[in-house]
């Protein structure tokens, strides 16, 4: 959901109220299912593809807290409690630190295997081999543009994290490995191409 749908909402709302027209809790509860709509397909992907490639080195797990004031602004705060009980971010038996971290492993009819550290380029190993014309004719959508272009996008962050193909095309990563898992299945499954496509934890 864009944030068009959301507007057109709250001036509905608003207009009732300039109206002096009564504004009935069902209405008032709709508006709040579109917000968490317009948060959990919009703002949450976004936040998740642009912190990913940020902390996906770092070797202590961690949580980040979210929030949003009409007065204050955006603010973002780290749990602080985490690591202090044996929790999220605690060393291991060996000293170390845990790090829960998957990545995939793609198998082809061939018997090779495509399984890099960085995610991205196993990504783009299956794209490349399913042929980068062949998946933008799927229609497949990343921040509502297909993940095969013909121009890089004019966000630098988001033009970074593309592929050029020897054909001249553009393979989109601008999303998280859940995300890239995803895609990787659907394309499998709509070109036929036989793959076995599986996360396994990065040792």
Do not use: W
């Not at 170390?96 to 550290?117: E, M, Q």
């Not at 970074?160 to 393979?171: K, P, W």
């Amino acid at each position: 959901m864009d944030m068009e749908k959301l507007k057109k909402a709250y001036e509905a709302i608003e207009m009732l109220q300039a109206l002096n027209l009564p504004v009935s809790n069902e209405q008032m509860m709709a508006v709040a299912e579109l917000e968490k709509e317009y948060l959990q397909d919009e703002i949450i992907p976004l936040l998740k593809q642009e912190l990913e490639p940020l902390v996906e080195n770092m070797k202590r797990d961690f949580k980040i807290s979210v929030s949003y004031n009409q007065d204050s602004g955006l603010e973002m705060s780290i749990d602080e409690s985490l690591g202090q009980n044996g929790d999220a971010s605690s060393s291991n038996e060996d000293g170390g630190y845990r790090k829960k971290k998957y990545i995939l492993r793609v198998a082809f009819p061939d018997d090779t295997v495509s399984c890099h550290k960085i995610v991205s380029k196993t990504f783009v190993d299956v794209v490349e081999y399913a042929g980068a014309r062949n998946v933008e004719k799927l229609g497949i959508m990343v921040l509502g543009e297909n993940i095969i272009s013909s121009k890089l996008f004019e966000n630098e962050r988001y033009a970074a994290r593309q592929y050029e193909t020897e054909d001249g095309l553009y393979i989109s990563t601008c999303c998280d490995t859940d995300k890239k898992y995803e895609i990787l299945k659907t394309i499998n499954r709509e070109l036929d191409l036989k793959l076995k496509i599986e996360k396994v934890m990065l040792e």
